[in-house]
Each structure stands twice: as C-alpha cells, then as structure tokens.
C-alpha cells in the first residue's frame, strides 16, 4: 500500500499564481494578505521580484475561471489559489455567480491537471465575509496551506509515476 501526503515545507521549488477578485475587495485584500503571510512563512518569495508567485486582479468572481485556465495552461504553476467574496443580495445573482465560478474553476482544475484553490468566500452578510476574512479568522491563510499541500501532494505522485 502506498500513502501519498503533501507537505508544508520545502515549498521553494513550487511556483504559485494568486488569482484575486476586485469586487468586494475590502474583504479580498484582506484575504490575499493572510494568503501572502501564509506563504511567506513557509518559504514562498513573495516579494515585488518573487519568480515564485504571481498575483492576478479581475474584476469579479465569475472572472476567476477563465484566468485559472490561462494561467493554468500555461504550465508555468504548480498551484493557482483563486481569491474572491461573493456577498448574499436580494436577487438570485448570489446563486449564479457562486454557483458557475465554482463549476468553472472546478472544470479549468481537472480539464489542466493543477490544483486550482477554491478560496471564494459565499457568505449572507458583509460581517461574516470581514470575520471569515480577518476579524476572526483569515482564511487567506488557510487557502495558502491548501496550496502548499496540494502543490506538494502533486509533486509527490508525479515523482512515483513518471
């Protein structure tokens, strides 16, 4: 029996886009910033000059797919951590935007083969996306962690078979 485990350290060798979506972006600054700290601890170069990391800005959720799979074919990434804040409305566009960038991000991730991060916060309440996004807890961060063990879990599996 084989066990295949991603880690946290030795991120060095993964190269990382950050996909962050400018709507709401009260919340989504903050989001990339935990993101940011996250890897930065862990060893990314996240810095202006970083050859590790990239960060691309769109207008909004729905925009998150299609730069995934850009970024993605590209083959340049081993990870990309989409970053976005849908807030519930009175009208159904909650339920679209959530639901098709969800779909689209999923697809562009099994379509590429490279884990893409769903980090898109779906809360009712401006409040609950600020708490979920540093008040409480920045979950920037744990969608880094997410990265790294994803990146790493790939690297794993690729090293056993090719």
Known sequence: MATFEGRFTGASGLH????????????????LSGCLDCLERHGIDT????????????PGSME????SQKLARTGQYQVIIT????????????????????KGITAVSRETGVPIIFGV???????????RAGIKNNLGWNFALQAL???SLMGVIESQFL
């Not at 962050?20 to 009260?26: I, K, M, Q, T």
């Not at 916060?121 to 708490?131: G, I, N, P, R």
């Open 149 to 151: 063990e994803m990146g």
């Open 16 to 31: 990382i886009a950050v996909i962050v979506a400018r709507f709401n972006d009260l919340v989504t600054n903050k989001l």
């Open 83 to 102: 970053l976005g804040a849908v807030i519930r409305g009175d009208t159904p566009h909650f339920d679209v935007v959530v639901a098709e960038s969800s």
């Open 47 to 58: 810095s202006e000059k970083s050859t590790q990391l990239d960060v691309a800005w769109v």
């Open 121 to 131: 916060l779906t809360t009712d309440t401006m409040q609950q996306a600020l708490e």
């Open 64 to 67: 998150l797919p299609i730069v």
